[in-house]
């Protein structure tokens, strides 16, 4: 099902948009646009517009902008009316109602009702204008026939045939032959591409518009209207100008071009390419194969969009391969090409392997190997390249050995380290794998193989002064350089090396100080396994070296009976003992130690104040500070006096005193500070610092003054001896009533009498104190004070009377500004007070009656009422009774055509009442004569179908329909109720006659009421029309299906029968009569009937299509003639029957020329003849017309051949045709309109005599240049031209085709020779063929030999010169000199008897110089003539240098040579002997040159000098000796220990390097330079010197051995100035434990150097060293406890500055308690907590409250107060001002104690908002709201209290935003109080009042009781609402009741008694509120 409705939807949505397109396309000549036919026509203006461009007629008038209902339906009427009634347009099923409603399924129906008759009849004359059917074919027949006239196929239907776009494409051809050419190679599997582009063409070149997409086209699920709707525009389609028409494709214009075709010149394994050239045939399909030896052979194919492509294949094995091109299925260009294809080289058999390839173990500098092996590979050379980072490996590094015929061994030699790559090619190909990528590894040193070992790296025993060693073993690790560095406590230590033995390294140092050594040990610059090793050297003993520090030697600050702490280290004082001793008042007192490595940590305890003394010694003397003076005190006794002490108020700006009684409290002084709201006031001995005034009075007593001048808490610390003493801080409450500020409407003029008013008292920045309110005035009224939770007060009163009033406010006794406040109150108008009542309101009103309300502002005070009614028509009438003063009625009518909404606008002192404006809807009373009936259904029609009508019942109201019909039978009946007041009604009236429609609306007949429809039948055989190829005379074939249509349209209903005879043929009989119709039986069901003959052999198919017409389709298998038989009910129909002949144009049979052929499109090449004969024979092909028709496809004409009967047999036909001239023809021999199965004959007739070819080509020309030749085939016919061009090398032929049957002929030879051109025209020779033509290369002439190159060739010598033209062609040589003088000769060359075509001669040069040789061939200069011929003359050359005898080992020295005069050549050097030397020379300038040379031993070796390849000088001995041996050493070598101010040494040790000068010069970094004069000592090999620093930085040391710099010269020395260092940081007074401390280091202006650092003091500390830039460093250090340490940090191995103590704490011990770090705080409210950090040890602490703010970056910092209660025990405390969160940072020695940063949320009750309705009044049971708004509060909860008369029912939703809305109902009226806290806080304005009143009245809702008894009843109202207006009436029988009592009992009950007059009857009416309770008035009988 769900499969079923997908469809439904996929066909109604194609059809939807196609239909829309449709309209759009018409209405847009209006500028009118639909864009939803469900809502685009509902109003009826657009499809108004629509019929009227359609019939090119107006409407009439109708509403173009209709507004309601009813103007939309009477639109659409209209348009309906005139379509069926002026158009006679037939319009079934569908009323105004479908198209107002949107009914997508009757819309569509319309639309196509319109697209058939205006686009479809009327375009194919079905109908003439005025609506009258003409007769012939239906339109979907029409439409069909024209498409199967179109495309001469088989007729497609009209919805799946075409969904490949295949059809669309043919048609659009079809109509614009050339248009769309593609649609013969279109691919279904291209659907949406071919509709696409066919389509598009239509749209753009036809102007058929899109209205089916393309993509619906090719929708398996479109449908057939869409189809019909699209294609029903192509009759009307026009071509338009410029239209891009293309040719079909010719393929006997491509051509076929490439390597991939030609014969020879293909090998195995290379691409064989080929190009298809289709540019000037037209569109087409191109396709390749190859098949080759044993197989075919993918070919790869590339569209080079330009109308060519490019063919590839690759030939695996040698062999003939046939290539075939084919365009649109014919073969092309020549196709099929046979190419021999020849054994080629396959590099990929090619295999490499070896370490060379593999990379294995590979190093720079050390020869690898590979293998290549060949084998199976074919032909080629192999190719070997080493390529790296820094370029191609040279030649004479690579060696490539032939081991046998398929194997090569190669070795090579890399120059670098690093990745290499190996490329080995065969044959310029890759072999397998290759390329190879290597790795090259570098022969450099490994340190990690070394180690080293000796007492000299032991951690302890080196004595400070004493020699000690250690050695390093480096073999194994490689080349390298062993670089040792000794940093001490004063810098780098001097080292001394000497090598014991190979590989093994001994290093001696002497120590100079004590403390810890860092030994650096690097081999080839990396650190060795263990370095750096760490040695500790032990100092002498030495008291003064000892430090002390901490608390306890502090000269204050020290306390009694409080464990005091300081440390003693003696980590460079030696071996010592340590004595301390602590003597107070009272004499000695204990001291605990704690010993650790050199540190020493005391302990002591003073129980009584005074003056102490702390003595230290080491070893028996005082360490430097000893004794140290320490003056304990005791806070605890001291006590101090004055205001402020008890917490009660104090007034700013007065001097408050304040008395300390220190006495017994120790040495000490008092020191104060104040901290205010706003900042911190130090307290001074001196009189107007701004804080208070500390006076000591000499006797243990002090005096503090203080003025305070900022209200709020001002917090007063005061210590002594630095310790705060008890009951501080005080916190003084000090207040400011002129800070006091109030705000709000109850202190200004305006209020009104009986209102509530209110005013705010701000007393946040007045301090705190007492506030006292009182208000008088002309009544008692009482103030309520709220306290808003933030300092700030709601004083809220109720002037119960106007007048004036006297609002007195005092802050603690002290009148604030302004007050006393005088408010004048005036009185008050209520408009809420306002009621309103009445049935108007209460019920659902029907037009067409009087409706009344009720005004009460009896209780509202004075003002004006204004009551105003709008309906839908206006403003209503209104009728005003006043019922009492302050009551009154209003009455209006509803008018009976006013249905809708009216709207009731109260006001009263020009404010609307509540609830105004009031809604009252109106509904339509019931009229059944506003029930409207239309349609054709009740006017009559055609019997046994469905007719229908419209019913509107909009505006009459409510009520039931009831629908009957009568007639002569009973009808079904289908009713549509569209549930807006319409409906449409369907019946089918089965028989013929008249019926009877009787409408009832509330069992009422509705205007028309019964209505009677007439229904005829309709049958008429004359009226059945038939049509369709199926009928035709001729023209149906064996197999084919013989179709054609019935049209029944027009002749009623009725039966329809077919019946086929035959066939009949050669000697048959005739036919014979047709049987007639056989009894047939009326069925209801089937109007399909059969007729059968025993004569007949065809049975055919009839099919209903509902629409009135029958296709029928039959089959016939023979050939033959045929009768068709059509009936129609019983009879036979107007032209029947209609005979057939059936033919089988296969079965004839052609003979002659060119027949048979492989396939119809093939054309066969003959020669010309002057007549040609076929014969067809007919004998089984049946009866026919047989044609034959020549075609002269050159000219286009066409000439018809009569067949002739031969004389033997009338069905064999001989068809002769006699041709004028050469050319292409077809024959086509159709039989019966049918080509027969060998028709068409393609055949050409050529001359091959009449070929003309001619061209300066044939001259022939030169190599590179472009040989033409023009070929003239104009006169020849058609035939295929051959071409054959043969010489040294195959050439390109190349075509340019004129298209005129004329072409030229190019090819450019690459090779000289001799060429010879091959023309044939269809296999026979054309007149001179073959040509030969000569070509010559001048390119290909090699000059060389001495006399050209100059190799060789010198002055007074022949130099030879060689001509050799082998590859060149004949041509006369010639060549000619000129000498660097000038003069010029001929140079005679003779032909080689030897080698033909080479030419040898020679000239002999005088002068040194260049000499130009110009030879040319065929008076044209070969390449590169004339030559530069070089010619030296070596006797010329100089050797300059002054020493030729003496080298440096090792060393670069250099020989210079001139070669001024002696001509161009180059210098070579050669250096012969056992010794090896490294060499190269080099070119300074034109002459001038220097020879490097390099010794790598000592002892002698013999140069050898030559220029141009001739010697210079005979050959010289040189000695060699080894300057490098010479060993340097000493600070002012290495800058080991040298600093400026003092000596830096100089030593040079030459015993290895034999005897010769050392010079010696220094170079400051100022550029200063000065000798270093080196003197022998006593060893004669070591020579000595110094120099002196002036200026930090690097010097340069140069040093020369013979002449020569040593190795390494010159030296960069580093020099440091240490006491250019400086330190900072916090991180050299305190530190924290555990963490990551910095001091800071900056070495600007030091010099060279780098930073080291040492710690001591009894705890570990961990610590490194990090550079920050180039003169900036910093010291990490972690302490690992707590306590003092000492650090002393180096500069070179210099120690900057004394050493540092500093004070270690652990802040994470630190606690941080109280609910000022908790959230939960109170705006405006101080906020406490406490910081314990007792095991913290020192440090100072510090803390931060802010503000976050969400929308800023930046945080408002809130003041906070810190005091020390006790010792490292502190209590903070703060206010924040507002709601938010908070952060409050806490730290510690300048870092976080642990949870820190604190986050806490603040609420403020203040900031909460409340309001709505429900905060003021209610109504009983019914739901009263309001919103609270805690946004801007914080965090906090709220609670919600509502008491009042009776408990509520209340309901909170809290929303995303912080609001809440609350919800709650009173059950009964009063006033309620609603009370709402935040944070247990009241917010503003709470408690809040609101009255709860009863509902309006209901007397439906209100019973009496108790009428049994006469006399008295009694009546509840208690659930009647209202606010209690009881009317109560009684009626005697006769005479009135003397007397009717009301009494109410509370609750709304009454008690209700009367007089009874008489016995009878007494009439009792009781009413509520003017409406009659339930049984009023009553009936009450008394006997």
């Known amino acids: 099902m769900a499969s079923e409705k997908h469809l439904d939807a996929e066909w109604k949505r194609i059809q939807k948009k196609t239909f829309t397109r449709w309209c759009n396309e018409h209405l847009k000549v209006q500028g009118v646009l639909i864009d939803d036919l469900n809502a685009g026509l509902s109003d009826g203006v657009k499809l108004i517009t629509l019929v009227e461009v359609l019939s090119q007629k107006k409407v009439g008038r109708y509403n173009k902008k209709p507004r309601v209902h009813a103007q939309r339906m009477e639109n659409v009427d209209q348009a309906l009316r005139f379509i069926s009634k002026t158009e006679k347009i037939r319009v079934v099923n569908i009323g105004s109602g479908d198209i107002v409603d949107g009914n997508l399924k009757l819309i569509l129906g319309l639309i196509w009702t319109l697209i058939l008759h205006y686009q479809i009849s009327i375009g194919f004359g079905i109908v003439d204008g005025s609506g009258q059917k003409k007769g012939g074919p239906t339109a979907k027949q029409a439409l069909v026939n024209y498409i199967g006239e179109k495309l001469g196929d088989k007729t497609p239907n009209l919805t799946s045939d075409w969904n490949d ?179 080629g080289s396959d590099a990929g058999a090619c295999i490499a392997y070896g370490p060379g390839v593999e990379g294995t173990d590979l190093k720079e500098g050390v020869p690898c190997e590979f293998w290549v092996e060949t084998a199976g590979a074919g032909r080629g050379a192999l190719g070997i390249t080493v390529r790296s980072s820094k370029g191609i490996l040279p030649s004479n590094n690579l060696k490539v050995t032939k081991v046998s015929e398929d194997k090569y061994h190669v070795c090579y030699t890399t120059l670098s380290s690093g990745p290499h790559t190996v490329e080995v090619t065969f044959a310029e190909l890759h072999i397998l794998n290759s390329p190879f990528r290597i790795y090259v590894n570098a022969d450099r040193a490994d340190a990690s193989k070394c180690h080293a070992e000796g007492p000299g790296l032991e951690a302890k025993g080196i004595k400070i002064n004493k020699q000690t060693w250690f050695k390093v073993y480096t073999a194994g690790a490689g080349r390298g350089e062993i670089s040792i560095n000794i940093k001490g406590t004063h810098g780098n230590v001097p080292i001394e090396c000497s090598e014991s033995e190979p590989g093994v390294y001994l290093f001696t140092y002497t120590p100079g100080s004590s403390g810890e050594y860092v030994i650096t040990i690097k081999f080839g610059g990396n650190q060795i396994p263990g370095s750096r090793f760490y040695v500790q050297v032990e100092p002498p003993t030495d008291a003064s070296k000892c430090v002390a520090s901490g608390v306890g030697l502090s000269p204050h600050g020290v306390r009694v009976n409080i464990p005091t702490k300081f440390t003693v280290r003696t980590k460079d004082a030696g071996h010592g003992e340590t004595q301390v001793q602590v003597v107070g008042p009272n004499g000695a007192i204990p001291v605990e130690v704690e010993k650790a490595s050199y540190t020493y940590n005391y302990t002591y305890n003073a129980a009584k104040p005074g003056d102490y003394t702390v003595d230290v010694k080491f070893a028996g003397e005082n360490i430097p500070g000893s004794p140290f003076a320490v003056a304990i005190t005791d806070a605890n006794k001291v006590k101090i006096t004055g205001p402020g002490t008890n917490g009660e108020c104090l007034p700013v700006d007065e001097d408050l005193v304040y008395h300390i009684n220190a006495q017994g409290a120790g040495p000490g002084k008092v020191a104060c500070t104040v901290l205010t709201p706003t900042q911190q006031l130090q307290g001074s001995d001196e009189p107007d610092s701004g804080g208070p005034l500390v006076t000591d009075n000499g006797n243990g007593t002090f005096k503090v003054v203080y003025n305070p001048l900022v209200p709020g808490i001002n917090k007063m610390n005061v210590t002594f001896g630095e310790t705060a003493i008890p009951s501080t801080p005080l916190k003084l409450n000090i207040f400011d009533a002129s800070k006091v500020v109030t705000t709000g409407p109850g202190l200004r003029n305006g209020n009104k009498s009986n209102v509530l008013t209110n005013f705010m008292v701000d007393m946040q920045h007045a301090g705190e104190g007492h506030l006292h309110v009182a208000i008088g005035g002309p009544a008692n009224t009482p103030v309520t004070v709220k306290d808003q939770s933030n300092n700030i007060v709601n004083c809220e009163y109720n002037p119960v009377v106007a007048g004036e009033y006297v609002i007195d406010i005092q802050y603690e006794g002290v009148h604030i500004p302004n007050s006393p406040f005088k408010v004048h109150i005036d009185p008050s108008t209520d408009h809420k007070a306002v009621r309103v009542f009445g049935l108007a309101l209460e019920k659902e009103l029907a037009t067409d009656m009087w409706a009344e309300f009720f005004v009460d502002y009896r209780t509202a005070g004075e003002g004006e009422l204004a009551v105003a009614v709008q309906g839908p028509g206006g403003g209503e009438n209104l009728t005003i009774e006043e019922v009492e003063p302050g009551l009154k009625k209003f009455s209006y009518y509803v008018d009976p055509d006013e249905a809708g909404e009216y709207n009731i606008d109260v006001q009263f002192a020009d404010q609307p009442v509540p609830n105004s404006p009031f809604q009252s809807l109106v509904k339509w009373n019931t009229d059944p004569s506003r029930v409207k009936a239309v349609g054709s259904g009740l006017e009559g029609g055609v019997a046994n179908s469905w007719a229908e009508f419209e019913l509107d019942m909009t505006t009459a109201g409510e009520g039931s329909l009831n629908l009957q019909i009568e007639g002569p039978c009973e009808s079904q009946v289908q009713v549509d109720d569209h549930e807006n007041g319409t409906a449409t009604v369907k019946f089918l009236p089965n028989e013929p006659g008249e019926y009877s429609i009787n409408i009832l609306f509330a069992d009422q007949a509705i205007p028309g009421s019964p209505f009677t429809p007439n229904f005829d039948p309709v049958t008429d055989a004359s009226k059945c029309r038939i049509y369709g190829k199926g009928l035709e005379r001729d023209g149906i074939k064996v197999g084919d299906k013989g179709e054609f249509v019935i049209d029944t349209s027009e002749a009623g209903a009725g039966s329809v029968d077919v019946a086929i005879d035959g066939p009949a043929w050669r000697g048959q009989s005739p036919f014979s009569p047709s049987p007639g119709p056989s009894p047939t039986v009326k069925s209801p069901v089937s109007s399909l009937r059969r007729r059968s003959s025993s004569f007949s052999s065809i049975k055919p198919n009839i099919k209903n299509n509902n629409d009135g017409t029958y296709s029928v389709v039959y089959n016939p298998r023979r050939v033959g003639a045929y009768l068709v038989h059509v009936y129609f009910t019983d009879k036979e129909i107007y032209k029947s029957p209609v005979e057939v002949n059936v033919t089988d144009p296969s079965k004839v049979k052609l003979s002659g020329p060119c027949i048979p052929a492989k396939n119809s499109q093939e054309v066969s090449v003959i020669p010309f003849a002057e007549s040609f004969q076929w014969v067809a024979n007919c004998t089984r092909a049946g009866p026919g017309k047989l044609m034959a028709t020549i075609n002269d496809l050159y000219e286009g004409d066409s000439t018809e051949l009569e067949p002739v009967h031969s004389e033997e047999d009338e069905d064999i036909y001989l068809i002769k045709f006699s041709p004028k001239k050469c050319g292409r023809y077809q024959m086509a021999v159709k039989l019966s309109d049918s080509e027969v199965s060998q ?38 016919g058609e035939g295929g031209l051959s071409l054959a061009l043969e010489g040294p090398v195959q050439c390109e032929l190349k075509y340019d085709d004129h298209k005129d049957r004329t072409m030229t002929l190019s090819f450019t030879p690459e090779v000289a020779g001799e060429y010879s051109l091959g023309v044939k025209f269809s296999d026979c020779e054309a007149t001179g063929s073959p040509f030969s033509i000569p070509i010559i290369d001048t390119s290909k002439v090699v000059v060389s030999g001495s006399g050209v190159s100059g190799e060789g060739a010198k002055v007074g010598i022949p130099a030879q010169v060689l001509v050799d033209t082998c590859k060149s062609g004949p041509a006369p040589v010639e060549a000619a000199v000129t000498f660097p003088t000038g003069d010029k000769e001929m140079v005679e060359l003779a032909p080689d008897e030897n080698q033909p075509g080479v030419f040898i001669g020679n000239y002999t040069p005088t002068v040194p110089g260049y000499c130009n040789l110009d030879v040319t061939f065929a008076d044209e200069s070969v390449p590169d003539s004339p030559f530069s011929v070089p010619i030296c003359d070596p006797d010329a050359v100089q050797i300059t240098s002054p020493d030729l005898e003496s080298a440096i080992m090792n060393f670069d020295n250099v020989i210079d040579v001139s070669t001024a005069g002696a001509g161009p050549g180059e210098i070579t050097a050669e250096f012969r002997g056992s010794l090896p030397v490294e060499s190269s020379v080099v070119k300074l300038s034109n002459d001038q040159y220097q020879i490097h040379f390099t010794p790598r031993g000592t002892g002698e070796t013999t140069a050898v000098i030559c220029y141009g390849g001739f010697p210079v000088v005979s050959e010289t001995t040189i000695s060699c000796t080894n300057p490098s041996a010479i060993a340097l050493s000493g600070s002012g070598v290495t800058g080991v220990g040298a600093r400026v101010g003092e000596p830096a040494h100089v030593i040079a040790d030459t015993s290895k390097s034999g005897k010769a000068l050392v010079e010696a010069q220094v170079t400051s970094p100022s550029g200063e330079k000065s000798k270093v004069e080196l003197l022998p000592t006593k060893d004669e090999c070591v020579l000595a010197g110094q120099y002196i620093p002036s200026e930090s930085g690097y010097y340069g040391l140069e040093v020369d051995f013979a002449k020569n710099p040593v190795p390494g010269s010159p030296f960069s020395v580093p020099v440091c100035e240490p006491a250019c260092v400086q330190m900072t940081g916090s991180g050299l007074e305190c ?286 109202c208690s659930a009647g609402g209202g606010f209690g207006l009881l009317e109560v009436g009684a009626s005697g029988a006769y005479v009135p009741v003397e007397y009717v009592s009301v009494k109410h009992n509370g609750d709304y009950t009454f008690s209700v008694s009367y007089d009874i007059a008489e016995a009878g009857e007494t009439i009792i009416s009781v009413k509520w509120h003017g409406q009659h309770l339930t049984g009023s008035p009553f009936t009450v009988v008394t006997k």
């Open 1631 to 1916: 530190a924290i434990m555990d963490m990551d401390n910095v001091i800071n280091v900056s070495t600007v202006n030091a010099g060279p150097g780098e930073i080291t650092a040492e710690f001591d003091g009894d705890m570990n500390v961990e610590y490194f060293v990090s550079q920050v830039d180039d003169y900036e460093y910093q010291v990490h250090f972690t302490p690992r406890g707590t306590g003092s340490i000492v650090a002393k940090i180096y500069y070179a191995g210099f120690q900057i500055g004394d050493a540092a103590e500093i004070s270690c704490s652990n802040p994470a011990t630190c606690k941080v308690e109280g609910p000022g770090v908790e959230s939960g705080l109170i705006a405006n409210r101080e906020a406490e907590f406490s910081v314990d950090a007792t095991e913290a040890g020192h440090g100072m602490l510090a803390v931060c409250v802010k503000k976050l703010e969400e929308d800023s970056e930046e945080a408002l910092e809130i003041p906070c107060i810190v005091s020390e209660s006790q010792p490292q025990k502190y209590s903070v405390a703060y206010t924040p001002k507002s709601a938010g969160e908070y952060s409050v940072d806490v730290k510690f020695a300048g870092r976080e104690v642990q949870g820190s940063p604190f986050f806490v949320n603040v609420c403020d009750p203040a900031a909460v908002t409340a309001y709505g309705e429900g905060l003021e009044k209610a109504v009983v049971d019914i739901p009263a709201h309001f919103t609270v708004d805690a946004s801007k509060a914080g965090e906090g909860s709220l609670n919600l209290e509502i008491n009042g008369p009776m408990e509520c029912e209340v309901d909170c939703v809290e929303n995303d935003d912080s609001t809440y809305y609350i919800t709650y109902i009173a059950r009964k009226p009063g006033m309620y109080s609603i009370n709402i806290t935040f944070a247990t806080i009241e917010v503003p304005k709470s408690p809040f009042k609101a009255i709860c009143e009863r509902p309006p009245p209901d007397a439906a809702k209100c019973f009496v009781t108790g009428l049994e008894t006469p006399g008295s009843f009694s009546v509840d």
């Open 1239 to 1276: 028709s068409p004959v393609n055949f050409a007739l050529f001359d091959a005599t009449q070929v003309h070819i001619a061209g300066k080509g044939l001259e022939g020309g030169r190599v590179g240049d472009t040989i033409s030749v023009d070929i003239d085939m104009r006169d020849a």
């Open 165 to 343: 776009g295949i059809l669309v494409a043919k048609l659009v051809d079809s109509i614009a032959p050339g248009l769309c050419p593609e649609c013969d190679t279109m691919e279904p599997q291209n659907a949406l591409e071919n509709a696409t582009h066919a389509m598009r063409m239509a749209d753009e070149w036809l102007g058929i518009p899109q209205l089916l997409l393309p993509e619906d086209m090719v929708n398996p699920h479109v449908d057939e209207l869409s189809m019909m709707t699209y294609l029903s525009q192509f009759p009307e389609a026009e071509l338009k100008p410029g239209a891009p028409i293309k040719p079909r494709g010719d393929v006997s214009m491509v051509k076929v071009y490439g390597p991939g075709v030609e014969k020879e010149g293909l090998e195995t394994g290379n691409v064989a390419e080929f190009t298809v050239d289709v540019s000037n045939t037209g569109k087409g399909v191109v396709e390749a194969t190859v098949e080759g030896p044993e197989e075919a052979v993918e070919v790869l194919m590339k569209d080079n969009k330009n109308g060519t492509y490019s063919f590839s294949y690759v030939p695996a094995m040698e062999g003939v391969y046939i290539v075939r091109v084919t365009f649109n299925k014919k073969l092309a260009g020549g196709s099929p090409f046979h190419v021999n294809v020849a054994q």
